[in-house]
């Protein structure tokens, strides 16, 4: 069994950061793709950004430039910072990774944390 743990949400105001982490604990897995989704009240989930093991990111185009994707595969840990914060960001954030087990292949959700931006 493998478990995704998110930290680092909160409360901020516009124009400030966050730094979000999320840790994978488990025995005998590695990972794959990792990324952030979100999802905001009424709406849908969506991805933010996404890295391979490899490094190779990708970001929605409504956060390229404020926010940043990383990873340490020695920790089996994935970041977002996000800078430049708006309230529209405002959401439950979720880490998602493809987790392989010796005799599987899993989709992993973490159960989120909750970013409030305030104008």
């Known amino acids: 069994q493998v478990q995704l743990v998110e930290s680092g949400g909160g409360l901020v105001q516009a124009g400030g950061s966050l730094r979000l982490s999320c840790a994978a604990s488990g025995r005998r897995f590695t990972i794959g793709t990792m990324s952030w989704h979100r999802q905001a009240p009424g709406k849908q989930r969506e991805l933010v950004a996404g890295i391979t093991f490899a490094g190779n990111t990708n970001y929605a185009d409504s956060v390229k430039g404020r926010f940043a994707i990383s990873r340490d595969n020695a920790k089996n840990m994935v970041y977002l910072q996000m800078n430049s914060l708006k309230p529209e960001d405002t959401a439950v954030y979720y880490c998602?990774?493809?987790?392989?087990?010796?005799?599987?292949?899993?989709?992993?959700w973490g159960q989120g944390t909750q970013v409030t931006v305030s104008s």
């Open positions: 998602n990774a493809d987790i392989f087990l010796p005799a599987s292949a899993t989709n992993y």
